[in-house]
C-alpha cells in the first residue's frame, strides 16, 4: 500500500528558530495536506495543497507540492511555544470514490522557550 | 466555518456496556469518516460514509457499528468492547469522497476508555 515518510519522529528546536518537515511518498498524490495534533485534541487543518508546484502561506506556516507530486515540505518561521504539537502530513491519492487519505508517522515538534 | 463536534469528550465503558459516539458537521459535506488513533500514532481509518451509504469498511470488529442517519449526523455504537479498543476516536468529513481537492475536517475526538 502507499506510505508517506515523516522523519525525525522527533524535533527539537529553540523559539525563535524556523524548521522545515518533509513528507515523501513512493506513490504520487493529488492532495497533500498538512495537519497539527496537540494532546487531547483532534487534528487541525493547517494547509492544504491541490496542484504540483503550489506554495501556500497560512501566517509563519509555508507548504509546498512537489512538483515530483510525491512529496511535500511544512515551514514554521519564527517559532513559538505554542506550535508544540504533532504534524501529521496526507496524501490524496488520485481520485476514485474508494480513495483514501494515507498519513505519515507525525513529527512531534518541541519549542524550548 | 469548517467545525465537526463530537459528543461525548470522554467516555468510560465496562466490557459489557453499549454506548454510542455522536458527530455532527452543517458544512454540506457529503463524506463522513470514524478513525481510531492511538497515543504518538497517525489516525486509522474505520469507515467512510459517501452520501449516506457506508462505502469503506476497514474490516472493523463487529463490536463497532457506524450509523448515518442524516448527511449531518454520523453514529458509532459500540458494544462488548475489550481494553485495547481504548483509544481517540475521531469523526472527520469532506465535501466529496476521494473528489478532486477533496479535504477532510476533524472533530475533536471522543477520549474511550474500556474496563
Known amino acids: 500500500g502507499q506510505q508517506l515518510n515523516q522523519s525525525p519522529q522527533s524535533m527539537f528546536i529553540q523559539e525563535g528558530e524556523d524548521v522545515s518537515m518533509n513528507c515523501t511518498s513512493s506513490s504520487i498524490f493529488n492532495t497533500w495536506l498538512w495537519y497539527k495534533q496537540e494532546p487531547g485534541e483532534g487534528p487541525v487543518l493547517l494547509i492544504a495543497l491541490y496542484k504540483a508546484g503550489e506554495l501556500t502561506s497560512n501566517g509563519r506556516l509555508t507548504a509546498q507540492f512537489g512538483i515530483t507530486r510525491k512529496d511535500s515540505f511544512l515551514n514554521i518561521s519564527a517559532s513559538i511555544p505554542s506550535d508544540v504539537g504533532i504534524y501529521f502530513c496526507a496524501g490524496q491519492p488520485p481520485t476514485g470514490a474508494n480513495s483514501k487519505l494515507t498519513f505519515g508517522k507525525g513529527i512531534t515538534l518541541s519549542v524550548r522557550p | 466555518d469548517t467545525e465537526v463536534t463530537q459528543t461525548p469528550k470522554h467516555l468510560v465503558m465496562g466490557m459489557t456496556n453499549k454506548k454510542s459516539l455522536k458527530c455532527e458537521q452543517h458544512?454540506?459535506?457529503?463524506?463522513m469518516y470514524w478513525y481510531k488513533q492511538k497515543a504518538k500514532k497517525p489516525p486509522e481509518l474505520m469507515f467512510v460514509?459517501?452520501?449516506?451509504?457506508?462505502?469503506i469498511n476497514e474490516s472493523v470488529p463487529s463490536r463497532f457499528s457506524p450509523e448515518c442517519p442524516n448527511s449531518s449526523l454520523l453514529n458509532l455504537h459500540l458494544h462488548a468492547l475489550q481494553p485495547e479498543d481504548s483509544a481517540l476516536y475521531l469523526c472527520?468529513?469532506?465535501?466529496?469522497?476521494?473528489?478532486?481537492?477533496?479535504?477532510?475536517?476533524f472533530g475533536p475526538g471522543t477520549r474511550l476508555t474500556v474496563l
Open positions: 458544512m454540506g459535506h457529503r463524506a
Open positions: 472527520a468529513s469532506s465535501q466529496a469522497p476521494g473528489g478532486v481537492g477533496d479535504t477532510q475536517y
Open positions: 460514509y459517501s452520501y449516506e451509504k457506508l462505502s
